[in-house]
């Protein structure tokens, strides 16, 4: 009696359990019709127009129209720069993110909080803003004017899109760092020390190699969206340097979006490639866990 007690007892949880888990798929079908919305159908009418000609057959001339002159031009400038700017931003990201992860949690806590701070202002204000400390008659020209000191002419030019990006996009390098600094077991390090390692030995061997899914995932945080940027090269590298984000922008912007998508698809090439490097280093998804 006792044992059908029991199982009786198992199969109402067992029906409680499956009862719960229908309630909670009926939660994801929001996310679904969103991401077919908003992502699957708006990446397959890329494919369509980047694949298809005006009369709708199937064409690679789109794709191939990266070989141009202009195009190629504008690619290379951007990888120059999205290259320069992921440098940056992890040597300065680094050591930011080491502090923080050697200092107490109150302390840190706040500081994180002061890395996200201008992540939650508009995108297109933080560069207006750079724009109008930027410019010849800035804040920054206007102090150094003050001081009878020599002025900078950086707007509208490469550093002034590098010194955008690496501002926007700082965060999204030291945030994964950090994350994975965290969870490094702090015996580890100190078994590294009592053999004898130094600080510098100890920091090559044991807590950069831990760290690299962290690494590699705010390269691929920082490389991919300043590949791809138009809003920062227009705002502060104006009409004088136009980078592949830009021609595609125009090719939107004049109708012609079968060459659009197919300058698009050129891209998503790159980032194909950065996602994958990243997930053959990052099997347990270290990096891409920053919150």
């Known amino acids: 009696m006792e044992k059908w007690s029991h199982m009786k007892t198992n199969n109402k949880l067992t029906h409680s359990k499956k ?3 229908n309630k909670l798929k009926w939660l994801s079908y929001p996310y679904i019709l969103w991401m077919m919305a908003f992502i699957l159908i708006p990446l397959f009418m890329v494919l369509y127009y980047g694949l298809t ?9 789109n794709i191939l129209q990266i070989t141009e002159s202009m ?4 690619l290379r400038l951007a990888l120059e720069l999205s ?15 080491l502090i ?10 706040f500081i994180v ?10 995108f297109l204000l933080r560069t207006i803003a750079w724009q109008n400390i930027l410019e010849k008659t800035g804040i920054i020209n206007n102090f150094l004017n003050f001081l009878h000191l020599p002025t900078l002419n950086i ?27 965290i969870k490094i077991d702090k015996d ?15 920091f090559l061997k044991i807590i950069f190699p831990l760290s690299m899914p962290g690494v590699l995932s705010g390269i691929t945080m920082v490389f991919v969206p300043s590949l791809t940027t138009f809003v920062i090269s227009s705002i502060l590298g104006g009409s004088k340097i136009v980078l592949i984000g830009n021609v595609i922008e125009q090719k939107f912007k004049l109708g012609t979006w079968h060459t659009g998508s197919g300058l698009s698809l050129v891209l998503m090439i790159f980032i194909l490639l950065s996602m994958a490097i990243l997930a053959k280093y990052d099997k347990d998804k270290e990096g891409t866990n920053v919150w």
């Open 100 to 109: 923080l992860s050697k200092m107490q949690m109150k302390s840190n806590s």
């Open 19 to 21: 009862v719960k888990s």
């Open 188 to 202: 580890i390090v100190n078994a590294a020390r009592d053999l004898g390692a130094n600080s510098i030995h100890t």
């Open 155 to 181: 707007i509208n030019t490469p550093a002034a899109i590098v010194l955008g990006m690496v501002y926007n996009f700082l965060p999204f390098m030291v945030l994964p760092i950090y994350n994975v600094l």
């Open 71 to 74: 195009n190629r031009k504008a």
């Open 53 to 61: 000609n005006k009369d709708g057959f199937f064409t690679f001339e």
């Open 83 to 97: 290259i320069a700017s992921t440098i940056i931003c992890l040597l300065l990201a680094y050591p930011l993110a």
């Open 113 to 122: 909080l002061i890395i996200i701070l201008p992540m939650w202002m508009n």
